[in-house]
C-alpha cells in the first residue's frame, strides 16, 4: 500500500453502506464518503497544483472529514485550523504554508471575517457537488508516491512560535498498520473521538476508522466540560474505543462520572500526551476492570506514536507507568549529554529520547532551521545516511528494561545547586491521599507546586517533607479547583503562569 486512499476504498468496497463517521448532526456511510471526496477531489486537482497545502478552517465533524479527502483526492495535503486562534497565528500559518487560500463553508464564514481573512476561499458548500472526472484523479494517482505529504499539524512546543510538522502516507501506513494490529482494533471498533483534528492525537481516530472499516464517533468538544452528556453519548453511540489525552480521561474521574453512569461497552482505553495520574487510572479500572488501558508516547514528529504499554499491573500513586517498548518498525533510543548511547542495563541513567524509523516526519514545513534542529543525522551513525527526530524529552530504563519518561528537557531545572527534574516532585504530590491531581511549574527560581485537593498548604508541606530532600520541596503553594486545558486537553501551563501573576500583582 503506498496511499491511504486505499484504506478508504478497501472499506467502501467491503462496507459500503456502513456508517463510517458521524456527528451530533449527520453521518456518512463509506460508500458516499468515497464518492463526495472524489467530488471534492475534482475541483482540488483542476485548482491546485500537485502536493499544495490547503489550510482546512471548519469544526471537527462529517463535513470536515470529507474535504480531508478530497484533499487528497485532488493530490493535495491538509491542514486542519483552529477556528478560535488568534489573527497572528493564523497569519504566521499561511505564511509558513505558502498559501492565500482556506477551505472552509458558509457557515464558518464570519469566522474569517473576523481574522481579516482577504485571500481566498474555497467554500465546502459549492465544491461537494463537482462532476467527477474519474481521468482527472488517475492521473494524480499514477503520479503519487508514497512520500508524498498527507497532513500538516502545527505545533508551537517550547518556542511558542507555529510549526508545521508535515507527516507523509508512508510514515502514516506504516504507523497505523501496526498500531490496529498491535491493540486488534477491527471492523466492529466504535472509536469515540475526543481529540481536535489540528492535535495528532485525532490521526489514531481517523486512520484506525477508515483502515479496518471501523465506526467513528466525533465528540462534540463542550461535552468534555458536561460529564453527564459525554456518558450518554458513549453510552448511547456504544462507544468501544477512545484514544484521548490524559486530561480528558481524567475529567471524568475527577468529577466521579462514573457515579452516574458506566459506558460498559468500552474495552479498550488509550492514553497519552501527558503523565497519567494514577489514582484517576484506578478509578477507571475501578469501574472497568475488563477493559484494556495502554499508555502511549509519543510526538506529532514521529507520526502520533513511538512506544506503548499495555497495563496489566497494578500501580500506586506516587509510581511510574512505564511508555514501555517501542512500536514495530520504529527504533527508540536514548542519548546522553555526550550523544553516546543509554543501554538498558543502566538502570535509571537518563537521556534524550530519540526515533528513527519510517515513521519520523517529513520536516518543519517552509522552516529549515527549525528542522535542522530537531531532525538530524544519528551521531551513532557515520556509515550512511539515518535521520532521527530529537524529542527533547528526558527517559530513563527501570528495572525491567522499560523505557519511562521523566520530563521535557525544558522542566529540568538547577535549584539550590541541584538538578532537579519537576516529574519528581509531581509523583511525590501524586502519593498524597488528599491530592486529586498536581503539577509543578518553575519561576524565578521558585518551585511553585499547583494543586487541586481538599488539604492545606502546611499540611501539604509537612507530608512532602517526609519523601522529598529540601531542596527539591516547593517554594510556593497554590490550591486550585481544577487545572485549566488547552484546546488538545493537556494542562495550559500558560494559564497557570497568568494564575501565578494575578496571585502576585
Known amino acids: 500500500m503506498y496511499n491511504v486512499l486505499e484504506y478508504l476504498e478497501r472499506s467502501a468496497k467491503n462496507f459500503p453502506k456502513k456508517v463510517a463517521f458521524a456527528d451530533l448532526e449527520k453521518e456518512i456511510t463509506y460508500e458516499d464518503l468515497v464518492f463526495q471526496a472524489k467530488q471534492i477531489g475534482t475541483y482540488i486537482a483542476k485548482n491546485f497544483e500537485k502536493n499544495t497545502p490547503i489550510p482546512v478552517f471548519m469544526e471537527k465533524g462529517v463535513d470536515a472529514i470529507t474535504l480531508f479527502f478530497g484533499i487528497v483526492y485532488g493530490g493535495c495535503f491538509y491542514a486542519m485550523m483552529d477556528l478560535k486562534q488568534p489573527k497572528t497565528r493564523f497569519e504566521h500559518i499561511l505564511k509558513v504554508l505558502d498559501v492565500n487560500v482556506v477551505a472552509t463553508s458558509s457557515k464558518y464564514e464570519q469566522g474569517l471575517e473576523k481574522l481579516e481573512f482577504s485571500g481566498e476561499t474555497i467554500r465546502f458548500d459549492e465544491i461537494k457537488n463537482t462532476e467527477i472526472d474519474e481521468e482527472s484523479l488517475q492521473e494524480i494517482r499514477d503520479i503519487h508516491i508514497d512520500v508524498d505529504p498527507l497532513y500538516g499539524i502545527f505545533t508551537s512546543g517550547s518556542t511558542g512560535v507555529p510549526k508545521g510538522v508535515v507527516v507523509n502516507h508512508r510514515s502514516l501506513i506504516d504507523f497505523i498498520d501496526v498500531f490496529t494490529e498491535t491493540f486488534e482494533i477491527g471492523e466492529n471498533e466504535v472509536i469515540g473521538n475526543q481529540a481536535p483534528w489540528d492535535f ?285 486545558l488547552n484546546k488538545n486537553g493537556k494542562i495550559d501551563r500558560g494559564k497557570l503562569k497568568e494564575m501565578l501573576v494575578a496571585k502576585n500583582d
Open 200 to 484: 495528532d492525537v485525532s490521526v489514531k481516530d481517523i486512520y484506525s476508522t477508515i483502515s479496518k472499516g471501523a465506526r467513528m464517533e466525533i465528540i462534540p468538544k463542550q461535552f468534555f466540560s458536561m460529564p453527564v452528556k459525554l456518558l450518554d453519548f458513549l453510552v448511547e453511540r456504544k462507544v468501544s474505543t477512545i484514544i484521548w489525552a490524559v486530561s480528558a480521561v481524567t475529567i471524568i474521574s475527577t468529577l466521579k462520572g462514573f457515579d452516574y453512569k458506566v459506558p460498559m461497552d468500552i474495552k479498550k482505553v488509550m492514553f497519552s500526551g501527558e503523565v497519567m495520574p494514577i489514582k484517576h487510572l484506578n478509578i477507571w479500572k475501578d469501574y472497568l476492570p475488563d477493559a484494556t488501558y495502554v499508555n502511549l508516547y509519543g510526538p506529532t514528529e514521529i507520526t502520533c506514536n513511538c512506544t506503548y504499554h499495555i497495563i496489566k499491573e497494578d500501580y500506586e500513586p506516587g509510581t511510574v507507568i512505564p511508555i514501555g517498548k517501542p512500536f514495530r518498525n520504529e527504533r527508540v533510543f536514548l542519548l546522553d549529554d555526550e550523544n553516546a548511547l543509554v543501554s538498558k542495563e543502566e538502570e535509571g541513567k537518563m537521556g534524550e529520547i530519540c526515533i528513527s524509523g519510517t515513521a519520523v516526519a517529513l520536516g518543519y514545513y517552509n522552516s529549515w532551521d527549525q528542522t535542522n534542529k530537531a531532525f538530524c543525522q544519528n551521531p551513532l551513525n557515520d556509515k550512511y545516511i539515518e535521520y532521527i527526530y530529537r524529542t527533547g524529552d528526558l527517559g530513563y530504563y527501570n528495572a525491567s528494561g522499560l523505557l519511562c519518561f521523566s520530563s521535557r528537557k525544558d522542566f529540568q531545572i538547577k535549584h539550590m545547586g541541584h538538578r532537579i527534574e519537576l516529574g519528581e516532585i509531581e509523583n511525590s504530590l501524586d502519593k498524597v491521599n488528599e491530592i486529586v491531581r498536581a503539577t509543578c511549574l518553575f519561576e524565578d527560581n521558585k518551585i511553585i507546586a499547583f494543586y487541586e485537593g481538599n488539604i492545606d498548604k502546611k499540611q501539604l508541606h509537612r507530608k512532602l517533607k517526609e519523601t522529598l530532600p529540601v531542596f527539591m520541596l516547593p517554594n510556593v503553594y497554590m490550591q486550585i479547583e481544577g487545572f485549566p
